[in-house]
């Protein structure tokens, strides 16, 4: 009797991990890998956001690759063209310039001229996109909210036997050259994102370092785009970061951390995509948020409940 | 004549077109200890962060033992103020004193067993290596100074800039400080330090810069701790003198009760 209870719950349980299947195991299978690819680089670059305090600036990246997207793609007449990542590179080391010119330059403090820079560069894309609407396949919910599943429409390349779709395999490029200028660039970020004073003193330019970072994050936000849009990219860029920073002390443990949030976030937005029939995008999202959640009361480092914890071995000491 | 540790010449910082800092000359030689002294908001850190270039001078040069700082770089070392940093950072104790080490490394050669030797050598120094896998944001103010001290410790370099070593830390950390200053001295390194406190500033360095905006004088301790030229740095500031005065009679008072 008990045994069948048992049994009747294995098969529950296979069953709901089986749901998502539904929708055919190879798509399944892309629609992860591509939530992955989109927020692990996000993720690893979000953390030195973080660290530098520019979560903001993430923010207004997100926001003014609009216009060079636009720009490009009346180029080119192509959205996969790889000339869109130049476009959104110089949108996004534009907006980074603007930024740090209206702050140096004039009186107006930095998130003032943050706030300045980015709507004025997004309000410019909307305008352009209004403008050549007929021409530019963009629509505006796509832009503000992402269309992750639309990657399963799109031409594919065969690979393998497979076919992989375009989409996918731009962002598995990106992600994997964001990982490896992370790898090959660690000591070079961690010295100028903590001490760019001593940075600067042994000749590490932080100036540079800052404005090449802004660059790879503009091209990794522009990948991201079609598949998170602009406001949730932000979500994917400081969230696993933020919680990562909550559950570890060490930067190389805090990254590493940061890549297994997406990676859970990416799986876990799919059964909710799923279950809910929503917007994959926001799914991952709700999910990364769920995890920050547990991080914040969970967290090793700084948690609430070990800082309970803590608190209450002192005075216990103290007594 | 030996070549001068540091020299600078008309060297001029300024923000928002507002100059803080107004042709300084000065040529310091190889192997003193040397104090920075000056009111507040005098340019003491502005002078070192534009002798280092992480402040852009808009004027005038420097040299280091002869040399542009480009071709000098690896043989000076720059310890910042410790407000400077965010100290919840993602670092460990060791982390921060292998810095000391990246300098030496090149951009990306990965620091290997030498580089953490010397990191643990100079921890020891300052009796941080039992908290070497300390996050240091667990640290208190003087440890951390420790921290920083160790770092630059591990750079090795033939001269140092300083910004406030002794600022907000404990009575033994600043002696284990100044303990550790004057063993550079006496191994041939040349160590500038910003200082703030004027009534040690006497008794701990060779030589004293006085600065305010200008360089107001430079020279041998005995020479430039004088009531005139102290009055000419902290201007109309009387009350800092009084209260240095104040302090000196107790003090005089404690020794002969």
Redesign the interface.
Known sequence: MVDLRKEQQVINMVEWIERPFILGAEDVFYLVMMAFFVALPCSQLGAFLV?R?MSLVGDAISHSVLPGIVVAFLFTEDLSSPWLLVGASGAGLLVTFMIEMIHSKTRVKQDAAIGIAFTSLFAIGVILVSVYASKVHIDADCVVYGKLVSILDHDSVTMLGYDVPKPLVTSAIVAILTMLTVI??Y??L??S??????A?????RPRIVHYALMAVLSMVVVTSFQAVGAILVIALLIIPAASA?LC????K??LLLSGVHALISSVMGLYLYVWMDCSFAAAMVVAGSILFLFAWFFGP?DGIIIKAFHRRSISLGND | MNIPALETHDLTVTYHKRPVLYGVDVAIPEGNLVGIIGPNGAGKSTFI?SI???VPSSGGWVKIFGKPL?ES?HR?????QRE???WD????VM??AL?GT??R?G??R?PGKKERMIASESLDKLGMLPYANR?I?NLSGGQQQRVFLA?ALAQDSDLYLMDEPFAGVDAATEAAIIKLLQEMRENGKTVIVVHHDLQSAQEYFDMLLLLNMRLVAFGETKDIFTQELLHKTYGGRLTVLSEIAEKAAKQGKDVQP
């Open positions: 660290l305090r090959v660039c000591r070079i961690l010295l994102s903590f001490d760019p004073g001593m600067a003193s042994i000749g590490y920073y570890s002390h060490r930067l443990v805090m480092a | 962060k280092m270039g992480v480009k770089l000076v070392g720059y310890v910042p400077s940093v965010d950072f993602p670092v460990t982390d921060v810095m990246y300098g490394l951009l990306f990965r996050q944001g770092r």
